[in-house]
């Protein structure tokens, strides 16, 4: 008997092997995501209101059938260094939600339209309801994603980045994973039949079915509605939630970097200047004078 179930559990523990190093060989094979170009990359960037906004619109239309923003609220649309929305338009997007509030004088949770103080609410009243909808999934939150799913460069990048101050992973592995969507592999077994197969996804295989399609959603302004554009402006949307004071902080250390090179050079010339005083025989300052 005990040998039966020494030879069971080295089997099982083979077995379980081979399938650890099956996915490992997928999620090595997960290509690396192509850098992209955004308006607020380097020193010097800014955010593209406009691209925040259809970014915006298509959260609104698309990613917020499942994904909740629970750390953005109605009147960040409006702050300085972002959308470009004024107050009474934050406040006009915040009264076409429904917030639940309450209890009232008689104890009961009721409905209200939403104001510019309320967070974005979610399309689900809790995490149960959410798996329960989507197959047992949990989405995740996409408050701070753009910076949260990142990746390695590895050497020599991450060297170069420190001088050019590349910090736009997070958006181009968002982008790349929205158009990431391919026919699986031959030999690949996927955990559950109902999973994709995605080249930029750590594993290769997602829960997400592809989110977008080309003239999903309308823009106003006349920019292409395909499937890069969206996944494009979703991903710089995402990356003003997770940081909203990107320009002022860049703009601040940008100030800094100026004065302290200043006073590194007064620094040097008064050194310069004393120990050249220091240096001169006694009686040559007087004479000099």
Not at 150 to 159: A, C, K, M, N, S
Not at 235 to 261: D, T, Y
Request: charged content about 20%; proline content about 7%; overall charge neutral.
């Amino acid at each position: 008997m005990t040998l039966k179930r020494t030879f069971l559990a080295l089997a099982a523990a083979a077995s379980f092997a081979g399938a650890i190093g099956a996915s490992a060989a997928y999620a090595a094979e997960a290509m690396t995501p192509p850098r992209q170009s955004w308006s607020f990359s380097g020193p010097f960037g800014r955010y593209d209101q406009a691209q925040l906004q259809r970014g915006f619109k298509v959260y609104k239309e698309v990613c917020a059938a499942c994904h909740s923003l629970n750390l953005l609220r109605f009147r960040n649309l409006a702050e300085p260094g972002g959308l470009g929305f004024s107050v009474a338009q934050a406040a006009a997007i915040a009264a076409e939600y429904k917030i639940k509030d309450g209890p009232n004088d008689q104890g009961e949770m009721f409905e209200r339209d939403g104001r510019i103080a309320d967070a974005f609410p979610w399309n689900f009243p809790n995490e149960a309801a959410a798996r329960a909808a989507l197959g047992g999934v949990l989405p995740p939150d996409m408050s701070v994603i753009a910076k949260a799913r990142t990746y390695e460069r590895g050497f020599p990048w991450f060297v170069l980045d420190m001088f050019t101050q590349y910090q736009e992973q997070g958006p181009d592995y968002l982008t790349a994973l929205m158009l990431g969507y391919r026919e699986k592999p031959a030999d690949m077994v996927m955990p559950s039949p109902t999973m994709q197969y995605n080249m930029y996804f750590p594993g290769n295989a997602m829960s997400m079915p592809p989110p977008l399609t080309n003239d999903r959603v309308t823009y106003d302004d006349g920019t292409p509605q395909t499937i890069e554009q969206y996944a494009k402006d979703t991903s710089a949307f995402l990356m003003w939630v997770a940081e909203p004071h990107l320009m002022e902080r860049k703009r601040i250390g940008f100030q800094v970097m100026i004065f302290l090179i200043v006073f590194a050079g007064l620094l040097y010339f008064t050194k310069k200047k004393v120990w050249h005083a220091v240096e001169l025989e006694p009686g040559a300052a007087e004479k000099k004078s």
